[in-house]
């Protein structure tokens, strides 16, 4: 084993968690890719393989926190290490408070707040020991500002917000860093699958959304990557306790 650094990325089987993945690869770091779909998550970790990098993949959903010790395990049996932990996996589903059941409640808050909270749990015990580690959290512009029809999810975005604060706060004097970024639209899987199911293009996507934010565009899932991976390097080593906003601008619309 040798001191090259390890992250782990949540959710990293496909979109911004897959760009994360493959960014943190091309840097030269081992890479932990952990979801839920296992043939997402084998596909991220092949194509790393493929152009040169280091992958191991975990199944597992992080709203169960066995699942999430198991990352964790997965990463100190195979590299000894955990150097950053990427917390991105999330579900999106819109619709009113007032239609919201109880289930709705239990899988956004499962999966957006629980298991953002259960993946920092598995990754800390590693990165104490070792007195130094970053964690980047994946909120989203929605905790800043809100979007009518998403309640539970923009709650579970802005409550990641105060766990990303109190942990950084208990673990600064650890050397343990925690951010958090909040991207507005990105041109995810997420986004292009569910463009697909109503017959768009990934180019009938990127038109649709032309004139989002002050850049006139949507994001690409590697802008979010280079952000997240400035937040886990050393060159954000004086950072921490922060949520930026990627969003090319969308939050200062109300200006335009
Ligand atoms: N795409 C956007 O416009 C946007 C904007 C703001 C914030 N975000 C946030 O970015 C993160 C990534 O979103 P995306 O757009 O890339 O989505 P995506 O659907 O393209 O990718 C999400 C990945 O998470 C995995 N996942 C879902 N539930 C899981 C679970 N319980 N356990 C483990 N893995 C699970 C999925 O299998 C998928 O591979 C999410 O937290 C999302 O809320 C996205």
Redesign the pocket.
């Known amino acids: 084993m040798t001191n090259q650094p390890v992250a782990i990325v ?10 994360c993945a493959a960014r943190f690869a091309q840097e030269g770091w081992r890479v932990v890719v ?4 296992r043939e ?2 084998e596909r ?1 970790c092949a194509l790393i393989r493929e152009n040169g990098g280091e992958a191991v993949f975990c199944r ?5 926190e066995t ?1 999430c010790a198991a990352f964790a395990q997965a990463a100190l049996d195979a590299w000894g290490r955990i150097d950053a932990l990427v917390a ?5 589903i819109s619709g009113s408070l007032l239609d919201a059941s109880e289930s709705d409640w239990d899988k956004i808050l ?3 707040l629980r ?1 953002v909270g259960y993946s920092c749990r598995a990754a800390l015990p590693a990165m104490i020991a070792q007195h130094a580690g970053a964690i980047v959290i ?5 905790a800043a500002v809100g979007v009518a029809h998403m309640p539970i ?1 923009d709650a579970s ?1 802005a409550g990641v917000l105060g766990l990303m604060r109190s942990l950084a706060i208990a673990y600064g004097k650890e050397g343990i860093r925690v951010n958090a970024v ?12 569910r463009a697909a199911e109503g017959g768009m293009t990934a180019d009938d996507l990127r038109a649709k959304t032309q004139g989002y934010g002050l850049l006139g565009r ?2 690409e ?1 590697e802008e ?1 990557a280079a952000v997240v991976y400035f937040l886990a390097s050393k060159d954000a080593s004086n950072v921490t306790g922060q949520f930026l906003l990627v969003d090319g601008g969308a939050s200062l619309t109300v200006g335009k």
């Open positions: 949540t959710g990293g089987g496909a979109g911004i968690g897959k760009a952990s979801d839920i779909s997402d998550g991220a597992a959903d992080v709203s169960r699942d991105n996996a999330g579900v999106q499962g999966v957006n298991g994946i909120s989203s512009l929605n999810y975005k909040g991207p507005g639209a990105t041109l995810s899987d997420f986004h292009l699958r949507a994001a899932p979010i």
